[in-house]
């Protein structure tokens, strides 16, 4: 969707880090996971389409016992899957040790103690725990289930809503899966991705750039 120089790709990595704490995705693993999910999708070969499991738990499950063998290394993508995602060994191994993913936990235990007035704000930490497997759940569950499609992808991925503001516009599945290089995925004039204006902006003052056809 864009590029930007390897300074600011190494920013933004360890802010991704800082931002996901306990629920840190490996950028390799992931991106590997996301270009078979484009290529098979809804098919047997995607890693977590919602049409081969019973539930969103046994979709998670085998989509994290997929990443994994790919965290870890223990098994080689395709040649077509490889390449042009960003590495940092030393901080993806250590993003992905339980060991850090505790020190996070601890941490917003710590930060609700401190500053949290109501018991009830409590309830919110699991959600901080698991935020980047919730998130899953629900793009790749909810998106390729529910919703209305603009195209014809030959698979079943939908836009389950036209104003994606809880997902950021993750939910415009079928949108995405048409124009997997559009940083927009909102495609009709009622449908609104709201990261897309940012993107724009960090486009304009030079801190990414966007590709030329999609701006």
Same mark, same amino acid.
């Given at each position: %969707?864009?590029?930007?120089?390897?300074?600011?790709?190494?920013?933004?990595?360890?802010?991704?880090?800082?931002?996901?704490? =306990? =629920?840190?995705? /490996?950028?390799?693993?992931?991106?590997? %996971?996301?270009?078979?999910?484009?290529?098979? =999708?809804?098919?047997?070969?995607?890693?977590?389409? $919602?049409?081969?499991?019973?539930?969103?738990?046994?979709? #998670? +499950?085998?989509?994290?016992?997929?990443? &994994?063998?790919?965290?870890?290394?223990? &098994?080689?993508?395709?040649?077509?899957?490889?390449?042009?995602?960003?590495?940092?060994?030393?901080?993806?191994?250590?993003?992905?040790?339980?060991?850090?993913?505790?020190?996070?936990?601890?941490?917003?235990?710590?930060?609700?103690?401190?500053?949290?007035?109501? +018991?009830?704000?409590?309830?919110?930490?699991?959600?901080?725990? %698991?935020?980047? $497997?919730?998130?899953?759940?629900?793009?790749? +569950?909810?998106?390729?289930?529910?919703?209305?499609?603009?195209?014809?992808?030959?698979?079943? =991925?939908? /836009?389950?809503?036209?104003?994606?503001?809880?997902?950021?516009?993750?939910?415009?599945?079928?949108?995405?899966? &048409?124009?997997?290089?559009?940083? /927009?995925?909102?495609? &009709?004039?009622?449908?609104?991705?709201?990261?897309?204006?940012? %993107?724009?902006? #960090?486009? +304009?003052?030079?801190?990414?750039?966007?590709?030329?056809?999609?701006?």
């Amino acid at each position: %969707m864009f590029s930007t120089h390897k300074v600011n790709e190494r920013i933004f990595h360890l802010l991704t880090f800082i931002c996901q704490g =306990s =629920s840190f995705l /490996n950028p390799r693993a992931y991106a590997i %996971m996301h270009r078979e999910h484009h290529a098979y =999708s809804d098919t047997e070969k995607d890693p977590h389409s $919602p049409y081969f499991f019973r539930d969103v738990f046994q979709m #998670m +499950w085998r989509t994290a016992q997929s990443y &994994k063998l790919y965290e870890k290394r223990l &098994k080689e993508p395709d040649a077509q899957f490889k390449g042009n995602y960003p590495e940092w060994r030393l901080l993806d191994y250590w993003g992905s040790t339980y060991t850090s993913r505790i020190l996070f936990g601890v941490f917003y235990v710590v930060f609700y103690i401190f500053f949290a007035t109501h +018991w009830w704000m409590f309830l919110l930490l699991p959600i901080h725990f %698991m935020m980047g $497997p919730i998130h899953g759940a629900i793009v790749n +569950w909810c998106g390729h289930k529910y919703g209305y499609s603009n195209f014809d992808n030959g698979d079943k =991925s939908k /836009n389950s809503t036209p104003f994606d503001l809880l997902m950021l516009g993750e939910l415009f599945q079928n949108n995405h899966h &048409k124009r997997p290089n559009n940083a /927009n995925f909102a495609a &009709k004039w009622f449908e609104f991705d709201p990261v897309y204006p940012v %993107m724009k902006f #960090m486009h +304009w003052i030079r801190l990414i750039k966007l590709r030329e056809a999609y701006i």
